[in-house]
């Protein structure tokens, strides 16, 4: 009874202020069980505060949640998707995994981790002997301005005049004169 006079006073209030209010709508969401909680109510159930939920939405862990204006929306039956236990291991970037693919293929004689730690020798050694595929891989994975680098610091002997005088073209760092090849000197 005390339930019916709130929500005649409620319909009065809202119709009055210019609202539409339907008193079936408010009967029946009363008998419905929510089918969405708010991020509040999810983190108390959860046992996990309120910031870490919405840092677990932003990781989008949580599977159905969605963002409408401001606010977030959890399904009710949704729970935090969990990680294996401890630290996640590194997986390697792009780059790190073609120039060790590169050079288990190219500089047979290091293990691919010396060849890591000198990825400008990678780079010349693909330069002087690699196919066509292999240096297009190097040039969009690594970029022009390391292959550059590379050719600028190239050790002597590294590359054949033909391949020195094709980069020197090929990457447009020429100018009017090419450099001449790095040499040796012996004391």
Avoid at 44 to 70: C, M, T, Y
């Amino acid at each position: 009874m005390a339930s019916d006079v709130v929500l005649n006073r409620i319909e009065s209030y809202l119709n009055d202020k210019g609202f539409l209010y339907n008193s079936g709508m408010a009967a029946h969401a009363r008998q419905e069980q929510t089918p969405h909680v708010s991020v509040t109510q999810f983190a108390k159930r959860e046992g996990v505060s309120r910031i870490r939920v919405l840092q677990l939405l932003a990781e989008r862990r949580i599977p159905g949640a969605r963002k409408i204006g401001h606010h977030w929306i959890i399904p009710s039956a949704a729970a935090i998707v969990r990680r294996a236990p401890g630290r996640p291991r590194k997986q390697p970037r792009a780059e790190e995994r073609l120039l060790r693919s590169l050079a288990r293929r190219y500089i047979w004689w290091l293990a691919p981790g010396e060849a890591l730690a000198r990825p400008n020798f990678v780079a010349t050694q693909v330069m002087e002997m690699g196919d066509y595929e292999d240096v297009l891989k190097l040039e969009a994975t690594l970029g022009r301005e390391a292959l550059v680098r590379a050719l600028r610091e190239a050790e002597a002997g590294r590359l054949s005049e033909r391949s020195w005088i094709y980069w020197h073209h090929r990457l447009g760092v020429a100018g009017r004169r090419i450099p001449p090849l790095p040499w040796r000197r012996l004391r």
